[in-house]
């Protein structure tokens, strides 16, 4: 059974820092690509990140170029996603999710296992 758990979210002012992880168990990280999306209250689910199997190859939404990076842990067979200059608009509920490809994809609908989110509050 594969489940994705994500941790790290809270509540933050605008200008901080958070890390959010995602623990996989029932598949491996070097055999996937992944992905991070996220919600805001009212809108619709929204792509922010992605990165292939091998991680060599990563992706951003414009909004967060720059700021947030994402990365995998082979070892402990984790997926992170590192937020730097928060913004009240990055508020959200974060989503990791991955898709039984090498390929990176931007889109939601494409992507085969999720967690249930973690929530990221920026306060300005």
């Known amino acids: 059974q594969v489940r994705l758990v994500e941790s790290g979210g809270g509540l933050v002012q605008a200008g901080d820092s958070l890390r959010l992880s995602c623990a996989i168990s029932g598949l491996t990280v070097t055999t996937v690509a992944m992905g991070w999306f996220r919600q805001a209250p009212g809108k619709e689910l929204e792509f922010v990140a992605t990165?292939?199997?091998?991680?060599?190859?990563?992706e951003y939404e414009d909004s967060v170029m720059g700021r947030f990076s994402i990365s995998k842990d082979v070892a402990k067979n984790t997926l992170y996603l590192q937020m730097n200059s928060l913004k009240p608009e990055d508020t959200a509920v974060y989503y990791c999710a991955a898709r039984r490809s090498s390929l990176i994809e931007f889109e939601a609908r494409r992507y085969d296992y999720w967690g249930k989110g973690s929530q990221v509050t920026v306060s300005s």
């Open positions: 990165i292939s199997w091998s991680g060599d190859n990563t």
